[in-house]
């Protein structure tokens, strides 16, 4: 398994922004009565917007270690900036910009993911 921490060893920028969006079933009767249920287990997936302002080397090294988990849809395992433990990740979308010379600015969305 993939380790975004040992493997690529470069942390975020801070400004991380971190969403949350549970899944619930929600029914509404006819006299106004609203019912909400978990959906499912893992029911609450985090999405971690995150930016890395790094050289141009250690871009690329992000970029690889993304690139070679999208030609097989991997997971990899990372750990959040102020989380204690890491979890199973999927980066399905990130842009790199070069704004200054010898400079890059990786901006990636991490989508947590529950496998057994």
Known sequence: MANFDNDVNIKPTYGVQKRSSPRN???QFGDGYI???VFGLNQNPKV???TFEVSETDADIIETFLD???KNSDSFTFTPPG???SSQFFCRSWNKSMPYIN???IQATFEEVFQP
Do not use: G, H, M, W
Request: glycine share 0%; net charge positive; no cysteine.
């Open 83 to 85: 989380q204690s433990s």
């Open 25 to 27: 079933v929600e029914v």
């Open 103 to 105: 400079r890059a600015r």
């Open 68 to 70: 070679t988990r999208a």
């Open 35 to 37: 019912s909400r249920n």
């Open 48 to 50: 971690y917007q995150l």
